[in-house]
């Protein structure tokens, strides 16, 4: 036996980029979350090649998760092909040769900024949301030790105050994306900021999520089949974005979360955000026999 | 649209990432050397805000960013975060600092004496434009001192403590492994003290002197006065496995001590930093000087300012607005134009 045979091969990286002792950092920290859904669990974040602010903490946790075998997809606003989401997805091919994918149901692992996929997660595929803030009480509480008390305590009055305070200012909540919500009834999250729209998706979802603020230094998680009830009042119920009608002007697609796109005439068109799902539409549309799974909307509506 | 709904991000983020450094040309061993030589503030300032003391590496991020400073501190600590830790150097005593310059604004003379060291301090501030026309500038040699001064000094805190001016902190007898690290290990509040003194040793000398500045003007309760700044080598005293202790080289360090009068005391304010960086260790050690007692959300709040001088988080997501927001932006106005829609009912009087 040589020392040599003992050891490894010197590499100028190790795989996945991470070493060692980072992955096993998060993966406990992920263990915990999983434990307290909802709950903010601090870690130590590494810097990653990639500004903070870009998705360092989702590209942490699937620079731990990722395999040789994992096929990753990567999405920005939904889209498959934004500059960051190429520029992530890049990087990982780079550090772990785990092929990539574009099909929302092909792939193991998907991480995400802001939106969640149309068709419905399985059992088997991990979501992984970057998150830029991840304390829902910012707004009502900016420094960061009180707010940890306040989730300790539950003490969410201020929180219920500023949604009443928006109904009687403006008639409505006034929360756009990164709605409040009660997980596991205990502990308030923000779900990032996706749209209304996709906060019902997590809510009973069969997937795993974990939500990942790289700059924040904060990892939670939203196990499966776990409850995530946006904070509403019995009275004035929770509502996503009125695109349950709109109809996407590429694809034909109609009754999913849609980007606008101002036109020159003044008026707006709408184009499917989930781009691969609006690619799947354009394909079917013209006969390719392919794979479109099952969507959490129908004709526009969420299932209760 | 044009730059996220196309298929072609792949292709233009490589050829944006081209386009810039085709600017700068090819990177070789001779530019890094150059840039090494002739920026030795620089070179301190980065590795200070990296922590990671190497001059090479520092040289070539600052070649390879064309001298883009938060990008040169990222490249840095995006490589020193994956290293070994191979171990813990030897605590350095103040006293043990090979010393280049100390001087103290607390009293005319002090114990070692005021040493001046190198300094622009006293220089006039005017630009040698005959270098421009070809005239190299070629400053005169330095006489050496009759008496040169004792490279090794005590504090000027020390000799403060043992006139009971100042109650010194306690000693921190932590050693090796068990010394919290803020690279390993999440920033929470009330930070521990080695916490607090590492990230104001990585802190991005900018925003540190902002709001040291805001808490010198009036913004803070403490005026500082220089009790100490110096600047000087630290010898890294690392332990062999067979058990012999040696010297693994000098790296170079500033240190502040800041002082005010709290009551019938003096209160302390202390901060330590790779490289040699005197505004940033007077400022740094302001606002330590500050926190105690400090009101929640105050600049000078050691949650506020530790998170707030936190240079590659602060410009990360800073540059962050640059990405795409339209899915966020959709939704507001989705929220926006429903409440316009409808009109709130006036309350009757």
């Known amino acids: 036996m040589t020392l040599a045979s003992l050891t490894k091969p010197w590499a100028p990286m190790s795989y996945g980029f991470l070493d060692a002792s980072a992955k096993r950092e998060l993966r406990r920290k992920m263990i915990k979350a999983v434990c307290v859904p909802g709950c903010q669990m601090p870690y130590a974040s590494r810097e990653v090649p990639m500004a903070r602010g870009w998705g360092t903490g989702g590209l942490q946790v699937s620079l731990t998760l990722i395999h040789p075998q994992m096929r990753v997809k990567v999405i920005d606003q939904g889209a498959d092909d934004s500059v960051n989401a190429a520029s992530i997805r890049r990087f990982l091919a780079r550090v772990s040769g785990a092929p990539a994918t574009l099909d929302t149901l092909e792939a193991d692992l998907i991480q995400s900024r802001h939106r969640i996929p149309e068709e419905i997660l399985r059992e088997d595929q991990v979501l992984v949301l970057q998150v830029p803030n991840p304390e829902p009480l910012r707004s009502v509480q900016p420094n960061m030790s009180i707010a940890r008390q306040m989730h300790g305590d539950a003490d969410y009055g201020r929180m219920w105050l500023q949604l009443y305070e928006q109904i009687v200012r403006s008639g409505r909540v006034m929360q756009g994306a990164s709605y409040p919500s009660m997980v596991n009834g205990r502990h308030v999250m923000t779900p990032s900021p996706i749209p209304r729209w996709d906060v019902p998706k997590l809510h009973m979802a069969q997937h795993l999520t974990i939500l990942s603020a790289g700059r924040e230094k904060r990892i939670f998680a939203v196990p499966p089949y776990t409850r995530v009830e946006p904070l509403v009042f019995d009275d004035v119920p929770y509502r996503v974005e009125e695109h349950g009608g709109l109809t996407c002007y590429r694809s034909g697609a109609k009754g999913f979360f849609m980007n606008e796109i101002p036109q020159g005439d003044g008026s707006s068109a709408y184009e499917v955000s989930d781009s691969e799902y609006g690619v799947k539409a354009i394909r079917t549309r013209d006969g390719e026999a392919i794979e479109t799974g099952e969507t959490w909307y129908k004709n526009g509506e969420m299932p209760q | 649209?044009?730059?996220?709904?196309?298929?072609?991000?792949?292709?233009?983020?490589?050829?944006?990432?081209?386009?810039?450094?085709?600017?700068?040309?090819?990177?070789?061993?001779?530019?890094?050397?150059?840039?090494?030589a002739a920026m030795p503030y620089l070179i301190d300032r980065v590795m200070g805000e990296a922590s990671l003391y190497d001059e090479d590496l520092a040289a070539l991020a600052l070649a390879q960013t064309g001298g883009e400073l938060y990008e040169a501190v990222l490249l840095l600590r995006a490589w020193r975060t994956t290293q070994p830790r191979l171990g813990v150097a030897a605590a350095v005593e103040q006293g043990d600092l090979f010393t280049h310059r100390r001087i103290s604004a607390a009293f005319k003379d002090i114990p070692g004496g005021q040493v001046l060291g190198p300094t622009l301090d006293y220089s006039h501030r005017v630009l040698e434009t005959d270098v421009l026309a070809g005239k190299p500038f070629d400053p005169p040699k330095v006489d050496p001192a009759d008496n040169p001064a004792p490279a090794f000094q005590p504090s000027v805190s020390a000799w403060q403590a043992a006139n009971d001016l100042v109650d010194l902190p306690k000693p921190d007898t932590t050693k090796g492994e068990a010394i919290p690290d803020v690279t390993r290990?999440?920033?929470?509040?009330?930070?521990?003290?080695?916490?607090?003194?590492?990230?104001?040793?990585?802190?991005?000398?900018?925003?540190?002197?902002?709001?040291?500045?805001?808490?010198?003007?009036?913004?803070?309760?403490?005026?500082?006065?220089?009790?100490?700044?110096?600047?000087?080598?630290?010898?890294?005293?690392?332990?062999?496995?067979?058990?012999?202790?040696?010297?693994?080289?000098?790296?170079?360090?500033?240190?502040?001590?800041?002082?005010?009068?709290?009551?019938?005391?003096?209160?302390?304010?202390?901060?330590?930093?790779?490289?040699?960086?005197?505004?940033?260790?007077?400022?740094?050690?302001?606002?330590?000087?500050?926190?105690?007692?400090?009101?929640?959300?105050?600049?000078?709040?050691?949650?506020?300012?530790?998170y707030h001088t936190e240079g590659v988080e602060a410009s990360g997501f800073c540059i962050h607005f640059k990405l795409p927001h339209y899915v966020t932006f959709q939704s507001s106005l989705d929220a926006m134009r429903d409440a316009r829609a409808k009109p709130v009912k006036e309350p009757a009087e």
Request: hydrophobic share 45%.
């Open chain 2, 1 to 36: 649209m044009a730059y996220v709904a196309t298929r072609g991000g792949e292709r233009a983020i490589e050829q944006s990432e081209r386009l810039f450094r085709e600017a700068m040309g090819p990177i070789e061993a001779a530019r890094v050397a150059e840039i090494r």
């Open chain 2, 185 to 306: 290990e999440p920033l929470l509040f009330p930070s521990k003290r080695a916490h607090t003194l590492q990230s104001l040793a990585r802190a991005e000398t900018g925003s540190v002197l902002a709001l040291g500045y805001a808490a010198m003007r009036g913004y803070g309760q403490a005026h500082p006065t220089v009790n100490e700044l110096r600047l000087a080598e630290a010898e890294v005293m690392v332990t062999h496995p067979s058990g012999t202790a040696f010297s693994a080289g000098r790296v170079k360090v500033s240190q502040a001590e800041v002082v005010s009068k709290q009551g019938e005391t003096l209160g302390l304010g202390f901060a330590a930093t790779f490289g040699w960086n005197e505004v940033k260790c007077i400022a740094a050690a302001t606002l330590d000087l500050n926190a105690k007692g400090a009101p929640k959300g105050s600049a000078t709040e050691e949650e506020f300012f530790l």
